[in-house]
């Protein structure tokens, strides 16, 4: 007896474990071993006739409690300098969200920072108005997980029910709006016995149409002028803020060179098929001036300095991290390039195509524009030909670069036709004289101009 129970025990774990695996064939034969004259019993409220030879399977289904579960969503820890930003709304009540997407975005004074779905879901309440003012861990919205299914499939029912019946296909034909055909002819009207007045055509004066009132009306009503008011977002009032206080802080005072494009043009037509080939990223104007910069920074120290206006101190940087203005359509942000001295062109061109890439798709983190003791803004991209750029606080100097233009210029006694482009720079009169200004200015159009200098360290 203890044998036939074990035989019976092995055989029916083999037929468990074949259905678990899928296997139809392997649980075919381990259920032909089991005897006839058994039952098994799964559960203690079923029992099996002892001379069938069927047996039974119970199966068991989760809950489905976890799928309908409903989840508060909060505010996503900020960076120190942050403290607190306003909510813009992209899902409203109601809206099926997939894992990963974005429900809404917190703008602070400096980024931008998305708030993903972390299910896939319907969004069952919204807590915070949109525009409101939310700090680190504030409850954003509460997520219903796992219930958008059942309405994605309630949709197409209600669009087969709300369908019309089609129309008959042989419509009724339309009474004959035409009278019977007349037999006899119509009267003549009577002949008046005195003549009618009669005016010369000349003397009939012309009526304004109808028509030409009704085209004044639609004339007037499209040249209506209408304005529209839009509040203010964090990241512009903080740029506003902020370049206001660099107007109120610094005596900015800008001077202005240009440099003759025509060296470096040539060695971007020569090497850039061959620079993008080998490190599968174009070569532009912008690492040029950046390396430049950085040059011209360890040439005189004071440009890259910076007034401490609580202990009326100048601090002087030993490194070189360069702010790369960029305009996005939130307003103006500007990532910072660290430890330039230590670059080539090449970690230039990769560290700025990376930064231009997360700004295009708003991942700039407040991380990636923080600190920055220089910054370089082109202007030119947008066909700018001149312009004084303003202080990016708590720097002391800013360069302007503009657009290139073929220009007349005097080069050996001679008239040629050259690509210029003049260049500006802006800095604090508090701490940076006319002479270190000036000289700053000429290493960057000397090393530009020619970029061998770089090589000799000149």
């Given amino acids: ?72 969503v909060n505010t996503p820890a900020f960076a120190e300098s942050v403290s607190e930003g306003d909510v813009r709304w992209d899902k409203a009540v109601g809206d099926t969200v997939k894992e990963d997407e974005v429900v809404c975005e917190i703008e602070t004074d400096k980024t ?20 409101g003012k939310v700090e680190a ?12 299914a059942p309405k994605a499939a309630e949709a197409p029912k209600a669009e087969a029910a709300a369908a019309p019946p089609p129309p008959s296909a ?26 009618m007045d009669t005016k010369p055509v000349s003397a009939i004066k012309p ?30 009032l903080r740029i506003a803020q902020r370049l206001k206080e660099a107007q109120n802080t610094c005596a900015m005072l800008t001077t202005f060179n240009e440099v003759d494009m025509s060296n470096i043009s040539e060695m971007r037509k020569t090497y850039k098929d061959a620079f993008l080939k080998k490190h599968n990223i174009k070569l532009g104007f912008m690492s040029a001036f950046v390396k430049a910069a950085a040059h011209a920074l360890a040439d005189q120290p004071a440009v ?27 307003g103006l942000v500007v990532p910072v390039i660290r430890s330039v001295e230590g670059m080539n062109f090449t970690d230039i061109e990769k560290a700025i195509n990376l930064l231009g ?38 720097q002391s100097a800013i360069l302007g670069m503009h657009g290139i233009f073929d220009r007349p210029v005097a080069i050996g006694g001679k008239v040629e036709i050259r690509p210029m ?14 002479r270190e200004a000036v000289l700053f200015l000429r290493k960057i159009k000397s090393v530009v101009e020619d970029p061998r200098t770089l090589l000799l360290d000149m």
């Fill in 304 to 330: 890259n300095a910076v007034i401490d206006d609580t202990t009326k101190e100048i601090v002087y940087r030993d490194y070189v991290d360069i702010s790369v203005a960029v305009a996005t359509p939130k």
């Fill in 357 to 394: 890439e997360k700004a295009r798709k708003n991942e700039l983190a407040v991380e990636d524009m923080d600190g920055g003791t220089f910054t370089i803004s082109n202007g030119g991209v947008f066909g700018s030909m001149f312009g004084t750029p303003i202080i990016n606080p708590p």
């Fill in 170 to 195: 042989t419509p009724p034909p339309p009474h004959s709006a035409v009278g019977p055909i007349p037999t006899t002819m119509p009267p003549v009207p009577p002949v008046p016995a005195h003549a």
């Fill in 421 to 434: 482009m003049y260049v500006a720079l802006t800095y604090d009169h508090r701490l940076i004289d006319g």
């Fill in 137 to 148: 861990g504030t409850a954003l919205f509460k997520l219903r997980k796992g219930a958008g």
């Fill in 207 to 236: 009526t304004a149409a109808p028509t030409a009132l009704a085209a004044q009306a639609e004339g007037g009503a499209k040249g209506a002028r209408t304005e529209s008011r839009v509040k203010m977002n964090r990241m512009r």
């Fill in 1 to 72: 007896m203890l044998s036939h129970s074990r035989c019976l025990t092995r055989n029916f774990g083999r037929s468990l474990s074949a259905i678990r695996q899928g296997n139809n064939a392997l649980a075919r034969r381990a259920a032909s071993a089991l005897s006839a004259s058994h039952a098994i019993t799964l559960n203690n409220n079923v029992k099996s006739d002892p001379r069938s030879s069927v047996f039974q399977i119970q199966y068991f289904r989760t809950s489905v409690a976890h799928r309908d579960e409903v989840i508060t």
């Fill in 112 to 131: 931008s920072v998305q708030v993903p779905a972390p299910a896939a879901g319907v969004i069952e309440e919204l807590l915070v108005p949109d525009g």
